[in-house]
């Protein structure tokens, strides 16, 4: 009975709080090993700073090589931890978990040396309130007395990689308060060091340069429509000689960079896959898929560098054309897989997304057959740093869908550029961290919290915009897309603005007040985008009011610099883009009409038909794919184009087009290049639609390759119902769809030989006028579609001549008609 009596007393005790601070005063010391990393000193130092600004108490810091009277908070394992026999599994941890744990009137933090210890005491902190939720804005309590229950908990991240991909993340102190722990920050040895990548990516470049070894050996490298290429190119992956130096490179790399984990053996950032025997034999065997020969390739590498270096992983990319897994075989224990979802709508969760289905079976289909997954997610507008885009939805669903699905390692890539500042990147950077290190993580509550500590009383009007913009694309849905502008409302933009105003009228204070102003930019920019949007009228097609247009971007972009925005697109400066603002002119623009067709022709934008309108009595439907301002080289967008190249994969050439003559339904363009060529575009309209002519003609002295290309960009109407139907030389009939589903809502073909279109193609457009363009078989050697579903939908079909090498004056034409399907040539 006695035993039973003093058990439960001992058990009520244990059940008491433990008041590390009372009234601001505190008896415990922090103790740390005299033997502790860099990491576990930082915490002891950082425990003991937040403890004072919360309570006024200032803990003393010594070592276990000391001897402590009183209460400890013990940080990380040491002689006085071990004296207390608190039975701790470090064994379990790794390097980054840990556990809380009361013992008496102690306080114990302890795990993995190189970092556990540190985010046990961040953790520790978190549960009192604090938070960093900036640079330069965090909230830490006042708490004059600081009392945690009894308690034991053993904590580890959802995963053992963490980096969201910020400006605003990079930096030392915030990365290691939220627990991340990505190659691009600033984590050094204080901080227990990072995950560290060398190189980070695309890597076979580097692997194998193209400038030290195609002269010699240009079987190294892809084959691709017959001929061994440098430029745009992959590797040859199944070239013995590629594997052996790839090895020997990847083995320098390490005795370079020995403190680096994981070495990139990945794809350049463009297709251009080989399709010699030995690579396509390979895919063949893995299902057809271009991620066999890949994934063969990197198990080598991997086999190679494992037998000297265990401790160092291997890394590769499931991306664009890699995407879907291969189908026997399986990436070693050594080797990463980074699973890009480049291509799915980031409005809405993949999983039920039907856009982005492709890509949930894609993520499934991997994990089954690794469980060393990593992800390269995507989380903000590649074009447009500034666009206003609503993702939380997506990403609160995305990442606890990845921890069950068995992934370990995560990089959300987000607006990076010098500076920063890209739309919400602070609020997205510090969501993500939070939901990285812990996937059960509540966004909402999350970006409450946010609001409410960085914009105080303006917390409440912003996090109403954050609703609004959600809105845009709940349901009844709108896709939204990484390099897309969105089609946001009409009521959008004034309700936005009406709510920053209302947070400027609240803001306490003027640092709050350069905080609102600074969250309200994509809003501002996404109006600068609309007002962008250009018109045909009285001749030119420009800007509905480019004077006040030119200024608003002015001032614009000044008020971004104010912020310290440095760009707001991809690898793209943005004085860049207040260039092409103030040089903004109208351009000419010449209509050619009929009581059947419009055709309105810029000659100055690569003497592109703009629109082409089918005119049925009253109304009108343009036959164009429509793009949004912001979108590719708008103006210069959709539309009939034709450009000229040495050989199909060249760049096109520089041409000045100039009036030559024209009427009321005809046009005659001309134009020169500075290698001595001369093209003429000719347009007739009819009743049965429109009639172009291409022509290059030699007007040098000297042998000239040439190869010509005739594209049109097409509105598809409803994409879901949209076909495409033609007879192929061979005889065969197709009528395909373009949008298929649980594929991707995208695609494209190339038909060469008798695959080939019999001089004719037709877009069955879904519930509209269907277009048929019609061609001469002898003037075009092959044709390619390419198809979209994002943003504005849209089909695009080509027609190449053949490469050829013209004469002093020698030409080569193509004859296009974009008819009604039910009309006649």
């Known amino acids: 009975m006695l035993r039973i009596v003093c058990m439960a007393l001992v058990l009520a005790l244990q059940a ?386 990845y921890q069950r699905l068995g992934v370990v390692g995560l990089f959300m890539q987000g607006a990076y550029p010098p500076g920063g500042g890209g739309e919400a990147s602070e609020l997205r950077a510090y969501v993500l961290a939070r939901q990285l290190w812990d996937s059960s993580t509540s966004v909402s509550a999350a970006v409450d919290e946010f609001m409410e500590g960085v914009y105080g009383p303006a917390a409440e009007p912003l996090r109403a915009y954050y609703d609004l913009l959600h809105a845009e694309v709940r349901p009844p849905y709108q896709h939204i897309w990484i390099f897309n502008v969105p089609n946001y409302s009409d009521a959008f933009l004034p309700k936005a603005s009406a709510l920053f105003d209302e947070a400027l009228r609240l803001a306490p204070d003027d640092a709050t007040r350069r905080r609102v102003l600074k969250a309200r930019l994509p809003v501002d920019y996404y109006a600068l985008l609309r007002d962008t949007e250009f018109h045909f009228k009285d001749g030119q097609y420009a800007p509905a009011n480019l004077a006040a247009l030119q200024s608003s971007a002015a001032a614009l972009f000044a008020r971004m610099r104010g912020f310290g925005v440095e760009s707001i697109r991809e690898g793209r400066a943005l004085d860049l883009d207040e260039k092409r603002y103030a040089e903004m002119k109208p351009l000419p623009a010449i209509t050619l009409e009929n009581q059947w067709w419009r055709a309105d022709i810029v000659p100055d934008l690569n003497a592109r038909v703009v629109r082409l309108l089918r005119i049925h009595g009253y109304t009108a439907l343009d036959l164009m794919r429509r793009f949004n301002p912001g979108e590719g080289a708008y103006p210069a967008t959709g539309g009939l184009t034709a450009t000229a190249h040495d050989d199909y994969y060249a760049r096109a050439w520089d041409i000045r087009w100039s009036i030559e003559s024209r009427s009321k339904d005809s046009l005659v363009l001309r134009g020169e290049c500075d290698n001595g060529a001369a093209l003429t575009r000719t347009f007739t309209l009819s009743a049965g639609g429109l009639h172009t002519t291409t022509e290059i003609t030699n007007r040098g002295s000297a042998p000239l390759p040439a190869a010509l290309q005739v594209r049109s960009e097409l509105m598809p109407g409803d994409i879901d119902r949209a076909r495409m139907a033609f007879q192929r030389i061979s005889g065969q009939l197709v009528e395909e769809p373009f949008i298929v589903a649980g594929q991707e809502p995208t695609g494209k073909h190339t038909w060469t030989g008798p695959t080939r279109p019999d001089a004719a193609w037709t877009l069955r457009q879904g519930g509209a006028v269907d277009l048929t363009v019609r061609f001469d078989n002898a003037e075009a050697e092959r044709s390619y579609l390419n198809w979209t579903a994002k943003a504005w939908p849209g089909v695009t079909f080509g027609l190449w001549s053949k490469e050829t090498t013209l004469a002093p004056g020698a030409s080569l034409q193509i004859v296009a008609a974009y008819t009604g399907a039910d009309l006649k040539r």
């Open 16 to 401: 008491q709080a433990v008041s590390l601070v009372t009234k601001g005063k505190s008896d415990y010391t922090i103790v740390v090993s005299a033997l502790a990393p860099p990491s576990e000193r930082r915490a002891a130092d950082e425990l003991q700073r937040y403890i004072a600004e919360m309570s006024g108490a200032k803990l003393p810091v010594t070592t276990d090589a000391q001897p402590v009277k009183g209460p400890m908070i013990l940080l990380g394992d040491s002689t006085a931890l071990r004296k207390l026999k608190p039975s701790i599994p470090f064994g379990e941890f790794g390097t980054e978990g840990f556990v809380i744990r009361t013992s008496g009137r102690h306080l114990v933090i302890a795990g993995g040396r190189t970092r556990g210890t540190m985010y046990g005491v961040y953790i520790f902190l978190d549960s009192l309130g604090c938070r960093w939720f900036t640079r330069e804005v965090s909230r830490i309590p006042k708490l004059p007395t600081i009392s945690i229950p009894d308690t034991n908990e053993i904590h580890r991240p959802s995963f053992e990689y963490r980096e969201p991909f910020f400006t605003e993340a990079w930096d030392k102190d915030w990365a290691a308060r939220n627990r991340t722990n990505g190659n691009h920050t600033q984590l050094d040895d204080s901080t227990g060091g990072k995950l560290k990548y060398h190189p980070f990516v695309h890597s076979f470049g580097s692997l194998v340069p193209p400038s030290k070894y195609f002269k010699d050996h240009p079987e190294y490298f892809s084959l691709i429509d017959g001929k061994r290429r440098a430029e745009r190119s992959q590797l040859c992956l199944t070239n013995p000689g590629v594997l052996n130096i790839a090895i020997t490179q990847v083995e320098q790399w390490i005795r370079e960079k020995p403190d680096t984990t994981i070495f990139s053996v990945s794809q350049n950032d463009w297709e251009g896959w080989c399709e010699c025997d030995r690579c396509r034999r390979v895919e063949a065997e893995e299902g057809g898929q271009h991620s066999g020969p890949l994934l063969r390739f990197v198990n080598a590498v991997a086999a190679a560098i494992g037998k000297s270096h265990p401790d160092k992983l291997i890394d590769t990319l499931a991306y664009w054309y890699t995407e879907n897994p291969p189908a026997k075989v399986r990436p070693l224990p050594n080797v990463r897989i980074r699973l890009c979802p480049i291509g799915i709508c980031i409005a809405h969760p993949f999983t039920a997304c039907p856009r982005s289905a492709y890509f949930y079976k894609n993520l499934q289909a991997w994990s089954k057959i690794t469980n060393q997954l990593y992800i390269w997610h995507y989380n903000t507008n590649f074009s447009h740093y500034q666009m206003p885009m609503p993702d939380f939805d997506e990403l609160a669903a995305a990442i606890p869908t």
